[in-house]
């Protein structure tokens, strides 16, 4: 059964920092590309990070790019966001999805649970 | 940047009745590699994550209900729920992965009439 977990989440003030992670189980981690998405509060879904199984490159949304960074480390099957600077406006519900089979295409197949960061003052 | 549009907004459906939703992506996404439309179909419950229901327009994942299904190609899809049980309760997200960044529709909120 596949099973991702996320944890790190928290309150935090503008402009400080938070890393993010998400242990996955039940799948052969380094096979697979991996994203973040959020929704904030009431609202709806946003994409805010991918990067490939190999972690060639990555990949982030404007909304986040230069603040965000994504890592993995396939050898313990974990997942990372470090997100600094961080904005009222970051202040959502943070999943981690795997990515579906065909590579380069991010459909997510499987979601954890999420882990809540709030920005506030 | 792709965009995707949903409608309607909510709908309140009777327990037996048919649910449809709709969702318009901004261009085709419409793979040339594979002639199959990047788009998937979304179903969230409160306080849960999303789970996926239906890849590639119209392909049911495994253990889904045959109640849903999915249409469309090119910019234009459909979600149907062919007889709503109090459990599709739920908020519902079209979304295309034809490229990055992959983008969501804005939701679909369907309630029981």
């Known amino acids: 059964e596949v099973q991702l977990l996320e944890s790190g989440g928290g309150l935090v003030q503008p402009g400080g920092s938070l890393r993010l992670s998400c242990v996955a189980s039940?799948?052969?981690?380094?096979?697979?590309?991996m994203s973040w998405v959020r929704q904030a509060p009431g609202k709806g879904l946003e994409w805010v990070s991918g990067?490939?199984?190999?972690?060639?490159?990555?990949y982030y949304a404007d909304s986040v790019k230069g603040r965000f960074t994504i890592s993995r480390d396939n050898s313990k099957n974990m997942l990372f966001l470090q997100m600094n600077s961080l904005r009222v406006e970051d202040t959502a519900v943070y999943y981690c999805?795997?990515?579906?089979?065909?590579?380069?295409?991010?459909?997510?197949?499987?979601w954890g649970r999420g882990t809540l960061v709030t920005v506030s003052s | 940047d792709i965009v995707m549009t949903q409608s309607p907004d909510s709908l309140a459906v009777s327990l037996g009745e048919r649910a449809t939703i709709n969702c318009r992506s901004s261009?085709?996404?419409?793979?040339?590699?594979?002639?199959?439309?990047?788009l998937a179909w979304y179903q969230q419950k409160p306080g849960q994550p999303p789970k996926l229901l239906i890849s590639?327009?119209?392909t049911r994942e495994s253990g889904v209900p045959d109640r849903f299904s999915g249409s469309g190609s090119g910019t234009d899809f459909t979600l149907t729920i062919s007889s709503l049980q109090a459990d599709d309760v739920a908020v519902y997200y079209c979304?295309?992965?034809?490229?990055?960044?992959?983008?969501f529709g804005p939701g679909t909120k369907v309630d029981i009439k």
């Open positions: 261009q085709s996404v419409l793979s040339r590699s594979n002639n199959k439309n990047s």
């Open positions: 999805a795997k990515e579906g089979a065909v590579a380069g295409l991010p459909l997510f197949d499987y």
């Open positions: 590639w327009a119209s």
């Open positions: 979304h295309h992965y034809y490229n990055t960044p992959p983008i």
């Open positions: 990067i490939p199984s190999s972690a060639y490159r990555t």
């Open positions: 039940g799948f052969t981690f380094s096979n697979y590309a």
